[in-house]
């Protein structure tokens, strides 16, 4: 069974850096889809970006792609999420996944979820 954790969220202020990660064990690496979404209260979840694998393709939401950079780490079984920059309007739950079914941009397609990581941007 696929387990991720993400760590690295925290309290911030705007215009701050964050660098958020997600472990994911139970299985050896192997080059599958993970995705970073992120879900502020009141809100549905957000597809922000998925990679496949450590160096593979990365796809990214329109709008993330000025301030987010995804980035796998096979040796470590990683993916990272970056970002850059922060606003007010970023506060919310980060969650990782892995395996999507279908479209990666669904979050309902994906298998496997962590528990997710706070952050809290401060204006």
């Known amino acids: 069974q696929v387990q991720l954790v993400e760590s690295g969220g925290g309290l911030v202020q705007a215009g701050d850096s964050l660098r958020l990660s997600c472990v994911r064990s139970?299985?050896?690496?192997?080059?599958?889809?993970m995705g970073w979404f992120r879900q502020a209260p009141g809100s549905e979840r957000e597809f922000l970006g998925a990679s496949r694998g450590s160096g593979g393709t990365t796809y990214y939401k329109d709008s993330a792609k000025d301030r987010f950079t995804i980035s796998q780490d096979a040796s470590k079984n990683t993916i990272d999420l970056q970002i850059e920059n922060l606003r007010p309007e970023d506060t919310a739950v980060y969650y990782c996944?892995?395996?999507?079914?279908?479209?990666?941009?669904?979050?309902?397609?994906?298998?496997?979820w962590g528990q997710g990581t706070q952050v809290t941007v401060s204006s």
């Open positions: 996944a892995s395996n999507p079914s279908g479209d990666y941009r669904l979050s309902r397609t994906y298998q496997f």
């Open positions: 139970g299985q050896p690496y192997s080059p599958v889809i």
